[in-house]
């Protein structure tokens, strides 16, 4: 006797899967091109629907401001940038950037250290963070996930400790200008240093062999280390300029307002990961690059600047950005190299 719970394919399953398989095929072929075209289109897309819904949202000032809001997203996802290149993850970005507006916040009240020396502590700071999780990764062969989840917790208790668990209030007029002042006509000096900084890291992801080696180990790192490079060294000088970099974008955040927070660098961390899967860099490392990620930033920063002038409450922003890195990732994740993932 047959068993009953068998039953034949039949003509409209084999061409549904036939259909799947299909479009499976064309989207593999296509993956180069959707994660290139794909983020432009839905930025434009934006745009459009945000001028229609406000004809203010292509005013001049809006695009300047537009252009300050995204200013330090696009610092820290560039730094991150570099270490999800290698199929890494740095979760304390954003617990990097509250512990060096806080420190500075403290240094400028309490010592009266001048707007240069405070440049340069801040931006010690971070390269010290990112130092710490390089250690906690290489040295003592953490899961990077594991490594900077801890460090995210440690950094945010100390940032709480320094501020007291309140707000630190100074007055830096001149570091104030650096942030907020304006050098070629109306465009903000935050928006101008986080263009100049994102122009270097994309020359050297590009055209160095720092980012040639960091291609070369998302794509594997046993074949990296045969083929000659110092994967330890690498991979160290990506967590310590993404430390570095957040470093600096928390100094220039807190210099707009003159207040450290507790927890102003929170949304940072989810943020900078949006954008740079949304910008075409795989989770899994060995493609997108650093020139990529600021399409990313404008996606998330039109999206929120356009969701501000529609009147969408908060929380529902959030949770709209959330979607927007499941998608992202759904869309660019190479599942056939989940193993590589750190």
């Known amino acids: 006797m047959s068993n009953t719970w068998y039953e034949p394919q039949t003509a409209g399953s084999r061409s549904s899967a036939e259909g799947k398989a299909q479009i499976a095929k064309f989207y593999e072929h296509r993956r180069l091109i959707i994660n290139a075209l794909g983020p432009l289109l839905l930025l434009m897309a934006m745009v459009a629907v945000f001028a229609l819904i406000n004809p203010r949202f292509l005013s001049w000032i809006n695009l300047f401001n537009l252009m300050r809001q995204s200013s ?42 001048g707007a240069t020396g405070i440049v340069l502590a801040a931006a010690g700071m971070g390269a010290l963070c990112g130092l710490v999780n390089a250690t906690l990764v290489l040295r003592l062969r953490l899961p990077s996930f594991v490594a900077t989840l801890g460090s995210m917790t440690i950094l945010g208790g100390i940032s709480t400790w320094i501020s007291g668990g309140g707000n630190v209030f100074f007055q830096s007029p001149n570091l104030t200008w650096i942030a907020s002042g304006s050098m070629i006509g109306r465009i903000p000096n935050s928006g101008f240093w986080a263009l100049l900084i994102f122009a270097v890291a994309s020359f050297v992801g590009a055209r160095s062999h720092f980012g040639r080696a960091l291609f070369a180990i998302g794509g594997g790192g046993l074949t990296a280390r045969l ?39 929170d949304d940072l961390l989810l943020q900078a990961i949006a954008a740079v ?9 060995g493609s997108g690059g650093v020139h990529r990620t600021l399409t990313g930033v404008l996606v998330i920063a039109v999206l929120q600047n356009g969701l501000n002038i529609a009147g969408v409450h908060t929380y529902l922003q959030i949770m709209v950005t959330g979607l927007i890195v499941v998608l992202s990732v759904t869309i660019t994740l190479d599942r056939s190299r989940l193993a590589f993932i750190k």
């Open 277 to 285: 899967v949304m910008g075409g860099t795989a989770l899994s490392g």
């Open 72 to 113: 330090i997203l696009l610092i820290v996802s560039t730094g991150i940038t570099f270490v999800i290149l290698m199929g890494a993850l740095d979760l304390s970005v954003g617990a990097i950037v509250t512990l060096v507006a806080i420190s500075s916040a403290v240094l400028i009240r309490d010592f009266d250290v």
């Open 227 to 265: 083929s000659g490079i110092d994967v330890l060294r690498t991979k160290a000088i990506a967590f310590v300029v993404c430390g570095m970099l957040c470093g600096v974008a928390g100094l220039l955040l807190v210099a707009r307002t003159s207040t450290g927070t507790s927890r102003m660098g």
